[in-house]
């Protein structure tokens, strides 16, 4: 492996979806997903081929997942978030019939159409008709509200998407079924709702009214289209596990991974189960504080929005001294700075915490490992804390070394600018070896 690259600005255009890279990788894909020629990049250098088995412990939406399907290597992800689970899971199914999938759409969309003609509604823009000619709009439950941003789609297009809702359920096709929600959960967040990503995930202009029906056909569409080429490649399992990543060991048997690539959660302010909230709502995966805070209990503590009483990952790493400098670093900074909410006293904490959790799953995923795998963890520097600057990858590494990894090398895979600092934090992709 090459040793640490050069400290220069990455091409802005990096983590661009290349359009010949668009099959399955945009059935829906997170805005800042690593690209897809990274994976074949390292899958290459790590010598993986067809016999190979390559693991994603943080899959997301299944990017690593994917290109090892394309390139016919078997490969296993573990997700915790139930809609990025979702994603991966539908996006390496490639046995739906094209024809079928399609025709099947079509029924659903003649039906969901019927009923909102019968509503009093098309499904398109047109001018509002006389409240009397309209049924009363579909809403969600009042818990369900209390979980989507506020805003994040308006009243017409939500009684859409619930009655396209109802019949995807009615009609139910396990064949199909999987595709047809993630094509329903790509249209949401492009379409239908109202949401604005920066990278944040935020609320833009209200649409009080916009089609559901054929934009959600549409994407089916491009499924169909897409799975024509994609059945006539190379033949691989795929296997994607709801899990913690923390726990990967019981999830996987022992010696059974030849590679890993992956993106854990950056150590930052980032709620990354916003991201995802419109369509995990409305798909039903999430219904209840309840649920989204199991989700957050099994997530790495990487924010402060899921950090709880009872975590103690940050054990893992006491007496570190790096993590213990930063960690008090940003405590002192706080107390200068007299930042006194709940969530900013939790900074220092949620700095060990995320440490540790990843020392748990770097502990756990060795019995995984076969001697001599290599494993790529790709990384961002973080200031998120009152501006106390973290080294993810460089931590990382002298985790992992301490716990009888190599460390192969510390790669720059891109910069981004941190408006806080007026830095350019570096992207890395750590690169480590199990010896054994």
Not at 317 to 332: F, K, L, M, T, Y
Not at 344 to 373: D, I
Request: proline share 6%; aromatic share 6%.
């Amino acid at each position: 492996m090459s040793s640490a690259a050069k400290n220069t600005r990455a091409d802005p255009t990096i983590n661009r979806l290349d359009p010949a890279d668009r099959a399955a990788h945009d059935w829906y894909r997170f805005v800042l997903s690593f690209p897809p020629h990274l994976v074949r990049e390292y899958l290459a250098r790590f010598g993986c081929a067809q016999g190979s088995t390559v693991l994603d412990p943080f899959c997301g939406t299944g990017t690593t997942l994917v290109e090892c399907r394309r390139a016919g290597i078997d490969s296993v992800g573990i997700e915790a978030n139930p809609m990025a689970h979702l994603a991966s899971s539908a996006k390496v199914d490639w046995r739906p019939d094209p024809g079928e999938l399609r025709r099947h759409a079509e029924t659903v969309a003649d039906a969901a159409n019927r009923q909102l003609e019968a509503d009093g509604m098309l499904d398109e823009v047109l001018p509002l008709l006389p409240s009397s000619q309209q049924c009363e709009l579909r809403r969600l439950t009042e818990q369900e509200e209390c979980l989507l941003l506020r805003g994040s789609i308006s009243p017409r297009p939500l009684h859409k998407v619930l009655v396209l809702r109802e019949h995807l359920s009615h009609l139910r096709d396990d064949r199909f079924f999987s595709h047809e929600r993630l094509a329903l959960a790509k249209a949401l967040v492009t379409s239908i709702g109202n949401l604005k990503f920066g990278p944040e995930v935020g609320v833009g202009p209200q649409k009080p009214d916009t089609a559901v029906v054929n934009p959600w056909l549409a994407e089916v569409c491009t499924m169909a289209q897409d799975l024509r080429a994609l059945r006539s490649l190379p033949q691989a399992d795929a296997t994607v596990h709801l899990g913690d990543a923390r726990d990967v060991g019981g999830m996987l048997p022992p010696t059974s991974v030849d590679a890993v690539f992956t993106s854990p959660p950056y150590p930052n302010e980032k709620d990354y189960t916003r991201t995802t909230r419109l369509e995990s709502v409305l798909l039903g995966l999430i219904r209840t504080k309840e649920d989204l805070r199991a989700l957050k209990q099994s997530l790495v503590r990487s924010n402060t929005r899921n950090v709880y009483k009872a975590d103690a990952d940050d054990a893992l790493v006491a007496g570190h001294p790096e993590i213990e400098r930063i960690a008090a670093d940003i405590e002192s900074r706080r107390v200068e700075l007299g930042k006194t909410s709940g969530f900013e006293r939790q900074y220092a904490r949620v700095t060990k915490l995320y440490f540790g959790g990843m020392a748990r799953h770097l502990g756990e995923l060795r019995s995984a490992l076969k001697p001599g795998a290599y494993a790529a963890y790709v990384v961002g520097d973080q200031a998120s804390y009152l501006r106390v600057m973290i080294r993810t990858g460089h931590l990382l590494a002298g985790i992992a070394r301490g716990m009888g990894y190599e460390v192969a090398g510390i790669n720059l895979f891109r910069t981004r600018f941190a408006t806080a600092t007026a830095e350019q934090l570096r992207e890395e992709v750590v690169v480590l070896r199990w010896p054994g």
